[in-house]
C-alpha cells in the first residue's frame, strides 16, 4: 500500500491550497484516513480525519471551519481543502490511513508555506 500526497506549496496567508492524497489500493480496506502536519521542532499533530465508510469527519480546533477533508472512493483519493491560511499552518503534511487490519501508513509528506 502507498500513499501519495500532492499539492502542497507556497501561498500568501489568508490564500488557499488543496491537498490530495492517492492510495495505491482500494479505498475501502482503510477503516480511517487522515492528515497530520509536523512544524519544525514540534510534534507531530493531527489535523483532521475520516472515517472512510460513513465520511465522518473530526477537526483540530484551530483549522475548524477554514478546512475540509473529503474523499472520493471511486478515485482512492483523500483530499484536504486549505481555507484562509494562516502563518502557523505552515508545516509538512503528512497523510495517514488505518487499515482494517489495523495497520497504519503514511506518505511521504508534502510541505506547506504561508508567507505572511
Known amino acids: 500500500v502507498q500513499l501519495v500526497e500532492s499539492g502542497g506549496g507556497l501561498v500568501q496567508a489568508g490564500g488557499s491550497l488543496r491537498l490530495n492524497c492517492a492510495t495505491s489500493g482500494s479505498m475501502s480496506s482503510f477503516i480511517n484516513m487522515g492528515w497530520y502536519r509536523q512544524a519544525p521542532g514540534k510534534q507531530r499533530e493531527l489535523v483532521a480525519s475520516?472515517?472512510?465508510?460513513?465520511?465522518?469527519?473530526n477537526y483540530e480546533d484551530s483549522v475548524k471551519g477554514r478546512f475540509t477533508i473529503s474523499r472520493d472512493k471511486a478515485k482512492n483519493t483523500m483530499y484536504l481543502q486549505m481555507n484562509s491560511l494562516k502563518p502557523e499552518d505552515t508545516a509538512v503534511y503528512y497523510c495517514n490511513a488505518w487499515s482494517i487490519g489495523m495497520r497504519t501508513y503514511w506518505g511521504q509528506g508534502t510541505q506547506v508555506t504561508v508567507s505572511s
Open positions: 475520516i472515517i472512510t465508510n460513513s465520511g465522518a469527519t
